[in-house]
């Protein structure tokens, strides 16, 4: 069974330029969820989608990152403009979304974004 | 913000030794996870316990979970190199989906 997917798996701009980050989570999967991972640092939660609505998008800084999951499947995340302390690992997961199943999630290998 | 803190920071053993790790939360959760990290990949989970247990095992590793205590730890047998990576735990809070990763704990298995 294939995993969750994401691309690019690195990418390098300038700040001020746009990016985006693409994943396909495991068949199936109803919960998708974007991280943030610094250097060091154990991932941030940046946004819980429950098939294409956003439940939980509290930490996401929506003046310049979006995101979305139009038909409830795979889910691209965007920033723009790109700053320099944007620099980090952004990783894709998904899980089975059963309702009070306490369950794993599933990670991507990520994507490492360096912003020059 | 960071839920857990693991103990310690970083770990350095020899092939065979056992390997120990702590995380400390600071609210009440439904139940703790702990996952691993190799340099350069995604996170794979290890195991989940639930806040109404007290110990699991799987293969060569061990949690233990202490409510009253808000920590719980992981205890890796019979090391082996390529357990080297970074091991996170991670909580799910009373009422909520959401996972809260600690800043994790480095262990290093030297050959």
């Known amino acids: 069974e294939a995993g969750v997917v994401q691309s690019p798996r690195y990418k390098i701009i300038e700040k001020k330029q746009p990016v985006a980050f693409w994943c396909n989570p495991i068949?199936?999967?109803?919960?998708l969820y974007w991280y943030l991972q610094n250097l060091g640092q154990g991932p941030e939660l940046l946004i819980r989608?429950?098939?294409?609505?956003?439940?939980?998008d509290s930490q996401l800084p929506k003046d310049r990152f979006s995101a979305e999951r139009l038909k409830g499947v795979d889910s691209t995340l965007k920033i723009q403009p790109a700053e320099l302390g944007d620099s980090a690992v952004y990783l894709c997961a998904s899980s089975p979304g059963l309702a009070g199943v306490p369950h794993e999630q599933f990670f991507g290998p990520g994507t490492r974004l360096t912003v020059l | 913000s960071q839920q857990g803190e693991e103990d310690p920071q970083a770990l350095s053993i020899q092939e065979g030794e056992n390997a120990t790790m702590n995380c400390s939360y600071k609210t009440s959760i439904n139940n703790l996870q702990w996952y691993r990290q190799n340099s350069g990949r995604g996170l794979v989970h290890l195991i989940l316990?639930?806040?109404?247990?007290r110990e699991k095992h799987s293969g060569r590793l061990r949690v233990t979970l202490d409510t009253s205590k808000k920590s719980s730890s992981l205890l890796i047998t019979a090391s082996r190199a390529a357990d080297t990576a970074s091991y996170f735990c991670?909580?799910?809070?009373?009422?909520?989906?959401?996972?809260?990763f600690g800043k994790g704990t480095k262990l290093t298995v030297n050959p």
């Open positions: 316990i639930r806040s109404n247990e």
């Open positions: 068949s199936g999967h109803n919960t």
């Open positions: 991670a909580t799910i809070q009373g009422g909520s989906e959401k996972l809260v």
């Open positions: 989608y429950e098939n294409e609505e956003a439940v939980d």
